[in-house]
């Protein structure tokens, strides 16, 4: 029976996933994989049990949380030079790379496909000295998902996100920004910057055409208006009409420099990243997901 790590964060999305440990076991096993569970403590927990699976027999690594939860998975993974395929339960608020990667929510379907062996090489960002697998951002509105109440969080999902989103609103104010880039180099007045690897960020599902495994990161920018201007933005946002809007700044890349006089703190993946300056920049073929093979 081959062996199959689980990591599963307890405390991710509505709580629920721990409730249903011993059916996905069931589930699992059912399908030939014998799982083994480690419940997470904490970003250092981890990285322990990644480093330990460097000196046992795992065919994979499954992941259940949310994007937090994965972020902390996969620089492990690179710190420890672990080369498993990974597969992600989808057991956050957001979800968005499970959701990039159109990963099944049904544990059935997870364990079937976790189980048929199939995956595919897709690429990681890295932001100064710190991985990412959906999204590196900073400017307003990005450190939204750790800001909101975890409670808060868990009661209402992805609403507590546009709530805590829709409180700032009023403190809106431009950043001034230095863009350094082979195809960008400008100085612009910015609300905020998204570099993506995958196309859905902050519940939003059409942010860009990204593919996660062309060897490029997709840089989006929402230039100075006004505030009824940027909720018209949003809009189009929702319905993926933004990307021709002259108040939205939109390029792809290998690499790019974002730098500001601002002090900032940068989000990957929905956790505090580094300061700015950020240096992000693409690692083709750096990650191994378990997936549908038409994905």
Excluded: W
Excluded at 70 to 93: D, K, R, S, W, Y
């Amino acid at each position: 029976m081959r062996k199959i790590r689980l990591i599963y964060n307890p405390a991710s999305g509505d709580t629920s996933f721990k409730q249903k440990l011993d059916y996905v076991l069931e589930v699992f096993q059912l399908q030939g994989l014998q799982v083994v569970p480690h419940r997470s403590l904490d970003n250092e927990d981890i990285r322990h049990v990644v480093r330990q699976m460097r000196n046992e027999t795992y065919e994979g690594l499954a992941v259940a949380g949310g994007d937090g939860t994965i972020h902390e998975v996969i620089n492990a993974m690179a710190e420890e030079q672990l080369q498993v395929p990974l597969g992600v339960i989808p057991a956050g608020t957001a979800n968005d790379f499970a959701a990039h990667i159109n990963m099944p929510r049904e544990i059935e379907k997870i364990g079937a496909l976790i189980a048929e062996g199939h995956y595919r090489a897709v690429d990681l960002g890295k932001a100064n000295n710190r991985y990412f697998v959906n999204v590196a951002s900073a400017g307003l509105l990005t450190d939204v998902s750790h800001t909101v109440d975890i409670n808060f969080k868990n009661v209402l999902g992805k609403l507590a996100y546009y709530l805590k989103g829709v409180e700032q609103l009023p403190n809106f104010r431009s950043i001034p920004f230095r863009i350094e880039s082979n195809e960008v180099n400008a100085e612009e007045e910015l609300f905020l910057f998204l570099v993506l690897n995958g196309s859905c960020a902050g519940g939003f599902s059409r942010i860009v055409p990204a593919y996660i495994d062309d060897g490029l990161l997709d840089v989006v920018a929402i230039r100075k208006c006004s505030i009824t201007h940027l909720i018209t933005l949003m809009l189009k946002i929702l319905r993926g009409e933004h990307l021709q809007d002259r108040r939205v700044l939109y390029f792809q890349t290998k690499e790019v420099l974002f730098s500001s006089y601002t002090p900032l703190t940068s989000d990957l993946d929905g956790e505090k990243g580094p300061q700015l300056p950020l240096h992000v920049r693409v690692c083709p073929g750096n990650l191994k997901i378990f997936c549908n093979q038409q994905n």
